[in-house]
Nanobody, 126 residues
Framework: QEQLLESGGGSVQAGGSLKLSCAAS????????MAWFRQAPGNEREGVAA????????TYADSVTGRFTISQDKAGNMLYLQMNSLRPEDTAIYYC???????????????????WGQGTQVTVSS
């Protein structure tokens, strides 16, 4: 059964790092969009980072470029998000998401994803 399960959230001070993990059973064969989204209270869900499984491209939101890195471990069926230089505005619930890919260019639009994890809280204090 295809499912996504996030872990690795927590509380950290500004400037610190966290690494999120997503157990992505059934999705790390080639041809799926895989992404991390986040949603802060009162805000819409926004795409943070994405890749296409089996491909070599990644894409990032402008707000996290240079600080966050998305990666996959196909052997372990895992998706990761390494987050460095965290800021208070990164505070949100972070979700792992998957969708069947229409091409090799990763996308951050929420409408491209139809399977979601339950989310993991990330809190960054100043």
């Amino acid at each position: 059964q295809e499912q996504l399960l996030e872990s690795g959230g927590g509380s950290v001070q500004a400037g610190g790092s966290l690494k999120l993990s997503c157990a992505a059973s059934g999705f790390l064969d080639a041809g799926y969009y895989m992404a991390w989204f986040r949603q802060a209270p009162g805000n819409e869900r926004e795409g943070v980072a994405a890749l296409v499984t089996g491909g070599d491209k990644t894409t990032y939101a402008d707000s996290v470029t240079g600080r966050f890195t998305i990666s996959q471990d196909k052997a372990g069926n895992m998706l990761y998000l390494q987050m460095n230089s965290l800021r208070p505005e990164d505070t949100a619930i972070y979700y792992c998401a998957a969708g069947f890919a229409g091409g090799w260019q990763p996308v951050l639009g929420v409408d491209f994803y139809d399977t979601w994890g339950q989310g993991t809280q990330v809190t960054v204090s100043s």
